[in-house]
């Protein structure tokens, strides 16, 4: 059979289709329809080469194959175009989406880290109610909270140091009578054990008294009530005076005194009160807790091309026990006028005893 073209495709050349076919004839029709235009299709009459009733040959102009459905535009461009506008959608839509998103985090973020004059963070605006809205929310929750411990904070702190300021005050009256009377009456005429038992009992009241006046510092120095005067001194010099008023302690319990100053003045800015307060807490300490090595050492070594201090004992080290170890407040106090000075300290303790290296990080003024 012969298909013949519509009237628009009256200029094409079509291929003659005979009505008798022989083999040669077939294999050369396949061959020229190949790459020409019409398409040519042959398929078997039957669609079985065993059915033996011949094949059919039907050819299809190009302009129809790529006119299809879409308007002049081919199936393949119009995959595209519709690929293209879906995935372009999509991502205007999750740019919008995790930008807002990402506006609330940094919100978040920026309350978390930027805290007011009491150093505590502020509350946020919450917005929608969604898994973001109910973090802000859990975050401003966790803010007042966190106020609310910041004000019982301050309130207890503020109740304990009147009622150490007021303790201290109050006891330091009846421990001055206490002593003045013991001091009375170790004029009387009395037996070696009751002049044994006053002396330990004044020992103890001393030390009470001590306990109370480091408390009563401690207390003025972490509230922030005293104010150190910084000025440049010759720390040596401080040094050697502090040693001359302890050097009759030291003798009086027996102790090796071995004082190594170098002639060359060490200045560093300090406050000349509170810098002989750091070393009178120091030398108590050897005498109250290192007494059995009957060791004091005072002498200045380079550490780190910087003089520094030296302190020394020969005790059994801090961490041994001892029958006048308490809270720890004298070494409190030394940290506490080492940081308002600007000065650094390094307690090296073993066994056979405890030294005590005192420098300025700020080099030699």
Same mark, same amino acid.
Request: proline share 3%; charged share 30%.
């Given at each position: ?32 329809? @190949? ?5 040519? %299709?042959?398929?078997?009459? !039957?669609?079985?080469?065993?059915? +033996? ?5 039907? =050819? ?45 985090? &940094?919100?978040?973020? @920026? ?9 505590? *963070?502020?509350?946020?605006?919450? !917005?929608?109610? +969604?898994?973001? !809205? ?41 421990? @001055? ?34 306990? %109370? ?7 003025? &120095? ?42 060359? *003045? ?13 070393? +009178?807490?120091?030398? =108590? ?14 002498? @200045? ?17 801090? =961490?041994? *026990? ?28 073993? !066994? ?14």
């Amino acid at each position: 059979m012969i298909l013949t073209p519509d009237e628009g495709d009256k200029d094409k050349i079509y291929h003659e289709v005979p009505d008798q076919w022989t083999a040669a004839e077939a294999i050369s029709f396949m061959k020229e329809s @190949t790459n020409r235009d019409p398409l040519a %299709i042959v398929a078997f009459v !039957g669609d079985k080469v065993e059915a +033996d009733k011949g094949f059919m040959v039907m =050819q299809i102009p190009s302009k129809l194959l790529n006119k299809g459905a879409y308007g002049g535009l081919g199936a393949w461009a119009w995959y595209n175009f519709v690929l293209f506008t879906l995935f372009g959608g999509f991502a205007l839509v999750s740019w919008m989406f995790f930008r807002k998103i990402r506006k609330r985090l &940094l919100q978040l973020q @920026t309350a978390m880290t930027i805290t007011g004059p009491d150093r505590m *963070p502020k509350s946020i605006v919450t !917005g929608k109610l +969604d898994e973001i !809205g109910r973090l802000e929310e859990a975050f401003n929750t966790m803010v007042t909270k966190l106020d609310e411990s910041r004000r019982r904070e301050i309130e207890e702190e503020e109740l304990r140091k009147r009622l150490v300021s007021n303790l201290s005050h109050d006891l330091r009256t009846p421990l @001055t009578v206490i002593r003045s009377h013991i001091h009375v009456m170790t004029k009387e005429d009395l037996t070696s054990k009751g002049k044994q038992s006053l002396q330990l009992m004044d020992e103890r009241i001393a030390d009470l008294s001590v306990l %109370i006046e480091n408390l009563l510092s401690y207390n003025l &120095l972490n509230s922030g009530r005293v104010t150190l005067k910084l000025e440049r001194k010759d720390v040596l010099r401080l040094l050697r005076e502090s040693a001359a008023a302890w050097y009759p302690v030291w003798e009086k319990e027996g102790f090796d005194i071995d004082i190594n100053l170098e002639a060359e *003045p060490l200045f560093w800015r300090v406050d000349e009160v509170w810098f002989r307060r750091i070393l +009178d807490n120091l030398y =108590q300490n050897i005498v109250r807790h290192a007494s059995s090595g009957h060791y004091v050492g005072i002498s @200045t070594e380079q550490r780190n091309e910087q003089r520094a201090i030296i302190i020394a004992d020969h005790g059994r080290g801090i =961490q041994s *026990p001892s029958d006048y170890k308490g809270a720890g407040l004298g070494l409190s106090i030394v940290d506490l006028l080492m940081k308002h000075m600007e000065l650094e300290w390094v307690m090296e303790s073993t !066994g056979e005893g405890t030294s005590i290296v005192i420098f300025d990080p700020r080099r030699e003024i």
